[in-house]
C-alpha cells in the first residue's frame, strides 16, 4: 500500500493459525515496517478476513482504495487510520474473477472477466455490454467453479475456438506466399498449387 506504507499479503496464514493458510485472510504489517506483522497496541499490523468467495484471486490498488477480487466477489478495502488501520467493505456479488491476470485498473476505473460476463466499477459494479459475449463464453470457460477443476485436459481446446484464433491471427496471403516461398528457398525449381492465380496477383501488387 503505496500511499500509508503497509506491506499487505493476501490469501495468507491469519496471525492465530501460522502455518495453516486461509485464503481469504489479509495481513498487513505495521507501518514502515517489513517484519513486524504481530498486532500490538503500539503498531498499525492487523488483519482481515473477506467475507464472500472461497479465495482471493488478486488485488489491485487504485488512488482511492484497494480493489480485492475473489472467484465470486469485489471488496473494496481502504485505509481507515488508528484504531483499525484497514477496512473493507463489499461492492459486488457473483462478479467473481476467472484468473489472476484477468482484472485491470485505468484511471481509476477496473475492468474484469468473470465466469460468466465481463464487468466494470467506476463506483458501482456494472456489466459490461458485450455483443459476443456468448461466443466468448461458450468457447473459453472452461473452469467448473462447483467443483473447482478445470473440466477437461487443459491443453485440448474445442475447434471453434482454435478455428476463430486462425481467423483472427492470420490471413489466407500471407500464409499461401511463405509456404511457397519456402519451397522455393530449400531449392523447389517448379511448385504446384491452386493458389497460383492469388499468388501471383498478390506479388505483383507487392
Not at 488501520?85 to 474484469?112: D, M, P, S
Amino acid at each position: 500500500s503505496d500511499r500509508d506504507r503497509h506491506v499487505i499479503a493476501f490469501g495468507c496464514d491469519p496471525e492465530s493459525t501460522p502455518g495453516v493458510q486461509d485464503p481469504l485472510a489479509i495481513r498487513f504489517s505495521s507501518q514502515e515496517s517489513l517484519t513486524d506483522w504481530e498486532t500490538l497496541p503500539t503498531n498499525t499490523a492487523g488483519e482481515l478476513r473477506i467475507g464472500s468467495g472461497s479465495e482471493i484471486i488478486t488485488a489491485q490498488e487504485t488512488r482511492q482504495q484497494i480493489l480485492v477480487f475473489t472467484d465470486e466477489s469485489l471488496y473494496s478495502m481502504q485505509y481507515l487510520g488508528t484504531p483499525f488501520t484497514f477496512g473493507q467493505r463489499q461492492l459486488g456479488a457473483n462478479c467473481g474473477l476467472i484468473a489472476q491476470h484477468a482484472a485491470i485498473e485505468v484511471n481509476g476505473k477496473a475492468y474484469w472477466m468473470s465466469d460468466n460476463a465481463f464487468y466494470l466499477y467506476d463506483g458501482v459494479v456494472k456489466k459490461m455490454p458485450c455483443s459476443v459475449q456468448d461466443y466468448v463464453f461458450d468457447d473459453i470457460n472452461f473452469y467448473d467453479r462447483k467443483y473447482r477443476k478445470i473440466k477437461f485436459h487443459p491443453t485440448q481446446k474445442p475447434l471453434k475456438l482454435m478455428n476463430r484464433i486462425i481467423e483472427c491471427g492470420t490471413n489466407e496471403k500471407d500464409i499461401v506466399l511463405e509456404t511457397l516461398l519456402s519451397f522455393k528457398r530449400a531449392g523447389a525449381k517448379l511448385i504446384l498449387t491452386y493458389h497460383a492465380c492469388d499468388a501471383s496477383q498478390w506479388l505483383q501488387d507487392t
